[in-house]
């Protein structure tokens, strides 16, 4: 007897799917559409990275977008990450996912190595790399959207981190981000978070960069130290 099996790649479009049609255990912030919003591609439209990345109020009017749901419980303020979702698949349940879930991307790879550029003086040659990912979705070249960068590390870091967000939100890269940037090092950068995230008003500098080390590995361990702040 001959049996046949099939992979499921994912069932994140279960568990990330708005209420009414999944478990919504992750849900995307709404500024991340305004910031999908501030720039326009090549022939004046919208990003149409927006239009894959995000479940959104406006994803109809914008795109003209029918998405598969008909239930779905949301408001006005609300939205929901499409990405690695199956909606244009769907003919069957969403713990089957044809979507493959990649664990890095090349897109990933050419910001990395332009902030790596950046950090060491080249940031005139920085700039190449982020065009690259920029290309791909119809964007004008860096220096001609933003010239106000210039050969200017800090500004190109800044502009840097929302070309990250823009290409690999719903990625999971944030965390990882924002900690190699520093940015949960002072109250003050963090503070900045919290105005568009609101979860970061819990985050206690010096602590809740990490998490703390079981209780019984420390009292099995006489050489090992208890992280900060637990």
Same mark, same amino acid.
């Given at each position: 007897?001959?049996?046949?099996?099939?992979?499921?790649?994912?069932?994140?479009?279960q568990?990330? &799917?708005?209420?009414?049609?999944?478990?919504?255990?992750? +849900?995307?912030?709404?500024?991340?559409?305004?910031?999908?919003?501030?720039?326009?591609?090549?022939?004046?439209?919208?990003?149409?990275?927006?239009r894959?990345?995000?479940?959104?109020?406006q994803? =109809?009017?914008?795109?003209?977008?029918?998405?598969?749901?008909?239930?779905?419980?949301?408001?006005?303020?609300?939205?929901?990450?499409?990405?690695?979702?199956?909606?244009?698949?769907?003919?069957?349940?969403?713990?089957?996912n044809?979507?493959?879930?990649?664990?890095?991307?090349? &897109?990933?790879?050419?910001?990395?190595?332009?902030?790596?550029?950046?950090? =060491?003086?080249?940031?005139? +040659?920085?700039?190449?790399?982020?065009?690259?990912?920029?290309?791909?979705?119809?964007?004008?070249?860096?220096?001609?959207?933003h010239?106000?960068?210039g050969?200017?590390?800090?500004?190109?870091?800044?502009?840097?981190?929302?070309?990250?967000?823009?290409?690999?939100?719903?990625?999971?890269?944030?965390?990882?981000?924002?900690?190699?940037?520093?940015?949960?090092?002072?109250?003050?950068?963090?503070?900045?978070?919290?105005?568009?995230?609101?979860d970061?008003?819990?985050?206690?500098?010096?602590?809740?960069?990490?998490?703390?080390?079981? +209780?019984s590995?420390?009292?099995?361990?006489?050489?090992?130290?208890?992280?900060?702040?637990?």
């Amino acid at each position: 007897m001959k049996r046949k099996m099939q992979a499921v790649s994912s069932n994140r479009s279960q568990f990330f &799917a708005p209420r009414g049609i999944g478990w919504s255990d992750g +849900q995307a912030r709404i500024w991340l559409v305004d910031a999908f919003k501030q720039e326009n591609n090549k022939d004046g439209k919208l990003d149409e990275r927006l239009r894959w990345t995000l479940f959104y109020p406006q994803l =109809l009017a914008d795109f003209g977008d029918k998405t598969y749901g008909r239930n779905w419980e949301w408001n006005n303020n609300e939205a929901w990450f499409r990405k690695g979702s199956r909606d244009y698949y769907r003919n069957n349940e969403d713990y089957y996912n044809q979507v493959n879930y990649r664990l890095v991307r090349y &897109a990933d790879i050419l910001l990395r190595y332009a902030e790596v550029l950046n950090e =060491l003086g080249n940031t005139a +040659q920085a700039y190449q790399y982020v065009d690259l990912v920029r290309a791909r979705a119809n964007m004008n070249a860096l220096a001609t959207a933003h010239p106000e960068i210039g050969n200017d590390h800090d500004k190109f870091l800044e502009r840097l981190k929302m070309e990250r967000v823009l290409e690999l939100c719903g990625e999971s890269v944030r965390w990882e981000d924002l900690k190699r940037w520093g940015d949960l090092n002072s109250q003050a950068s963090v503070d900045k978070i919290a105005l568009r995230d609101p979860d970061f008003k819990n985050f206690t500098v010096g602590k809740n960069h990490r998490m703390p080390i079981p +209780q019984s590995d420390v009292d099995n361990n006489p050489n090992l130290e208890q992280n900060s702040g637990y």
